[in-house]
């Protein structure tokens, strides 16, 4: 997974993105010792684990407050998985997912209580104080020995990070990007895509890790690097000076898949995924991904 960000609904622009995202170190700072309290709280949740729910109804679930449903996300949460670190609001690519799940299952959106956790402390092992939390998990075979996950409710596409006024600021096209001097980190999914997907008439430039590719771009000797969109989203908008998001690249089916976390053994696993798969298959999923991390978060598709 990449870093998480913070910013504001309205703003849409990369420029908001970008003003929004400096706010990320003062917040981290000034919720510290909120993190302390929520990893000691953590550490005495209560199990949420019991038998394996058959029935997928509000009703029929073993959650972790009978009768709610208890939602954790970062603390603080950024842009634009949640915005103004307010997921109560709904706003935001993950609070939208969770209400859509929530409503799956049969839970109102009152019935939903949200809970902050640290991105580590929910995937160690243990009890958990939350029925599924969101915090951009990639869902990986070590962490299925801690934790359980739900279906894949995202899978990041790849993006191209530039700056204003470049040689490809304002492009929509892929064909607009053939003859583009391109770089992405050796041997990734991203490198593959520059070869694959822009087929570009100029050689991509091969870097050891994003670091040497951000640094090549900060001195102009590239035009773009590729990198997957949640890394996208914070190097336009904390990393590379008057950074934007050129576009991302159409979805190819693979990337890191993001998962609803549950504890391990937890008995609604079965159940989350069925509504993870739920909204996927009547086209919920489709629309909250294209409202919050397509063109009004500023990464617009290219085509």
């Known amino acids: 997974m990449g870093p998480t960000w913070a910013s504001n609904r309205c703003c849409s ?49 073993t959650t972790f407050s009978a009768g709610k449903l208890t939602i954790a996300t970062g603390n603080p949460a950024y842009y634009p998985w949640v915005i103004d670190d307010k997921p109560e609001s709904g706003d935001g690519f993950e609070p939208a ?5 929530a409503d799956k299952l049969g839970f109102e959106k009152s019935d939903v209580q949200w809970v902050r956790t640290t991105f580590d402390g929910a995937i160690t092992p243990g009890d958990k104080n939350f029925d599924f939390n969101l915090q951009q998990f990639s869902i990986t075979d070590e962490r299925k020995k801690a934790v359980d996950f739900s279906s894949a409710y995202y899978t990041a596409p790849q993006a191209i990070v530039s700056y204003k006024g470049s040689p490809i600021s304002g492009k929509t096209g892929i064909a607009d990007l053939a003859s583009a001097k391109l770089g992405a980190a050796v041997g990734t999914t991203s490198l593959q895509a520059i070869n694959d997907v822009i087929k570009p008439t100029t050689q991509a430039r091969v870097f050891n890790d994003n670091a040497a590719a951000v640094t090549a771009l900060k001195n102009k000797q590239i035009d773009g690097i590729v990198v997957d969109l949640p890394t996208a989203f914070y190097l336009s908008a904390v990393e590379v000076p008057d950074g934007i998001i050129v576009g991302q690249l159409p979805s190819s089916g693979t990337g890191d898949e993001f998962g609803l976390l549950l504890a391990k053994g937890s008995p609604i696993t079965s159940c989350v995924s069925q509504a993870v798969d739920a909204i996927k298959k009547d086209g919920t999923l489709a629309k ?16």
């Open 13 to 61: 622009s990369t420029d908001n993105i970008k003003e929004n995202s400096v706010k990320i170190a003062t917040r981290i700072t000034a919720t510290l010792s909120a993190v302390t309290l929520v990893a000691v709280l953590t550490s005495c949740a209560s199990k949420s684990t019991g038998a394996i729910s058959s029935d997928c109804t509000k009703e029929g679930l």
């Open 97 to 101: 997912v969770a209400y859509a799940v």
């Open 288 to 303: 909250i991904t294209d409202t919050w991390l397509g063109t009004d978060a500023g990464a617009p598709v290219l085509k």
